[in-house]
């Protein structure tokens, strides 16, 4: 992964989430937040595997659709599991497979892959609170 963090226009954003996950087994791993990062975030992250589906163009113009998984969540969208193929900034609609709800969103990051699955950031082109229809988890 070292090769990664000298590409001159990797955010650091990008950076963050390419050192931020080990795997064990299948298992992603993330240490406890750094304090800095979560000031500049626009919403609260939350663990949580909700089931969606997700559906994209190819650049051949042809429709493909893969139901997934969402590891991490906001209200301005998630990291997502995917074994399609996407780019940064390509417009993708990914629904809620529980609530039917679906959100146009802006593929932001493409992290790293593991058995055929990459970490995917999504953006919503429209903030969504409501989207992910999961309650945070108090910590007390």
Avoid at 4 to 20: A, D, Y
Avoid at 37 to 53: D, H, M, N, P, W
Wanted: hydrophobic share 35%; glycine share 6%.
């Amino acid at each position: 992964m070292g090769h990664v963090l000298f590409r001159k226009h990797l955010k650091w954003h990008e950076i963050e989430k390419t050192v931020k996950y080990w795997y064990v087994g299948s298992m992603a791993i993330q240490p406890s937040p750094d304090t800095k990062s979560q000031k500049r975030r626009r919403s609260q992250r939350l663990k949580a595997r909700v089931t969606i589906e997700v559906r994209a163009q190819t650049a051949e113009k042809q429709s493909v659709t893969e139901k997934t998984e969402a590891l991490i969540i906001n209200a301005h969208g998630g990291l997502i599991l995917l074994s399609m193929k996407v780019a940064p900034d390509q417009l993708v609609t990914v629904v809620n497979l529980k609530t039917g709800d679906e959100l146009l969103s802006r593929v932001t990051s493409l992290g790293p892959s593991f058995m055929g699955k990459t970490e995917v950031g999504v953006e919503f082109i429209k903030p969504s609170p409501q989207f992910w229809d999961v309650s945070p988890v108090s910590s007390h």
